[in-house]
Structures are given as C-alpha cells and as structure tokens.
C-alpha cells in the first residue's frame, strides 16, 4: 500500500501561482511513476501531469503545457505540482496518485493509489 498526503491547495486570484505537494508513505517511492489529476464540481476527473520514477521524464494534459511543471524529489518521497498563470477553469480537487509502473501515463485506470485530494480555487 501507498499512503499519499496533498497540501499546498487555496484560493488565488487569476495570474496567480500555487504549489502543490504530495508525500508518499508505505512502499518504495521510486518504485511508482506519479500522477496529478483534477476534479473540478459536475465533471468527471481528468488528468494533469505525470512523471516518471525517476523524475527524468514528464508528461501534461494540453490544458497543463507551459503552465504547470510536474517534479519530484525521491529523497523526500514527494511529488509538487507547481502551477502557474492559474485560470478560473483550473478551480477543482487536486488528487495525487500513484502508479505501479515506472513510465509516466496520463491513463487513470494506470493508478493504484490516489490521495484525498486538495482544493484549487482560482478566482477573476
């Protein structure tokens, strides 16, 4: 099992920047490629960015190019998410996830474990 913690979520104005933060307990940290989803109110849950085990490649949603940057830190046991130029339409639940598999994937069903999620409120 993978425990996995978000914090870093709040309310920002359009422009603004945020960081989010993942921290992983349980199994192995490099041993899971790791995930950013998002759930904004009515919609279905839609990927944002991912990155592989060992932090040397990444993968984005359209929406997420340019704007977000996806990292880790395997001595930390953490995943960030740092978001930039944030948009009223980015306003959702941020989930962290976990995949038992090394390369990035933007694939849901590719992850095992998922955090409780934290919210993103941008305001115009």
């Known amino acids: 099992q993978v425990q996995l913690v978000e914090s870093g979520g709040g309310l920002v104005q359009a422009g603004g920047s945020l960081r989010l933060s993942c921290v992983a307990s349980g199994r192995t940290f490099t041993n899971h490629a790791m995930g950013w989803f998002r759930q904004a109110p009515g919609k279905e849950r839609k990927f944002v960015a991912s990155?592989?085990?060992?932090?040397?490649?990444?993968y984005y949603a359209d929406s997420a190019k340019g704007r977000f940057t996806i990292s880790r830190d395997n001595a930390k046991n953490t995943v960030y998410l740092q978001m930039n130029s944030l948009k009223p339409e980015d306003t959702a639940v941020y989930y962290c996830?976990?995949?038992?598999?090394?390369?990035?994937?933007?694939?849901?069903?590719?992850?095992?474990?998922w955090g409780q999620g934290t919210q993103v409120t941008v305001s115009s």
């Open positions: 990155i592989n085990r060992s932090g040397g490649s990444t």
């Open positions: 996830a976990a995949a038992d598999r090394s390369g990035a994937t933007g694939v849901d069903r590719e992850y095992a474990y």
